[in-house]
């Protein structure tokens, strides 16, 4: 079993920047790939990125390539989403989740989900 805690949302305007953190319960170096989706009010849950256990290989969804980052630090149990040039229409509740295995832009494929993070947007 593996709880994960997100942080670091909050308030922000536009074009600015936050750094989430999703901090894990137990190791998840070797075994786990790790992912950030978002759930906009109205909308359905919405991949957002994801990396395998190393850090080497990442997925961004269309809508924020080359906006926000993702990372882990293993030692640290941590992963994390860095956010650039925010705008309003990326206001959501920010989940990172967990799976066995490679990374995945499909939800139904992790196992492990934290409780989210609301990262608003304001114009």
């Known amino acids: 079993q593996v709880q994960l805690v997100e942080s670091g949302g909050g308030l922000v305007q536009a074009g600015g920047s936050l750094r989430l953190s999703c901090a894990a319960s137990?190791?998840?170096?070797?075994?786990?790939?790790m992912g950030w989706f978002r759930q906009a009010p109205g909308k359905e849950r919405e991949f957002v990125a994801s990396i395998n256990w190393s850090g080497g290989s990442t997925l961004y969804a269309d809508s924020v390539k080359g906006r926000f980052t993702i990372s882990r630090d293993n030692p640290k149990n941590t992963v994390y989403l860095q956010m650039n040039s925010l705008k309003p229409e990326d206001t959501a509740v920010y989940s990172c989740?967990?799976?066995?295995?490679?990374?995945?832009?499909?939800?139904?494929?992790?196992?492990?989900w934290g409780q989210g993070t609301q990262v608003t947007v304001s114009s």
């Open positions: 989740a967990a799976r066995r295995g490679e990374e995945s832009q499909r939800q139904s494929r992790y196992d492990y």
């Open positions: 137990r190791s998840t170096g070797r075994l786990y790939a």
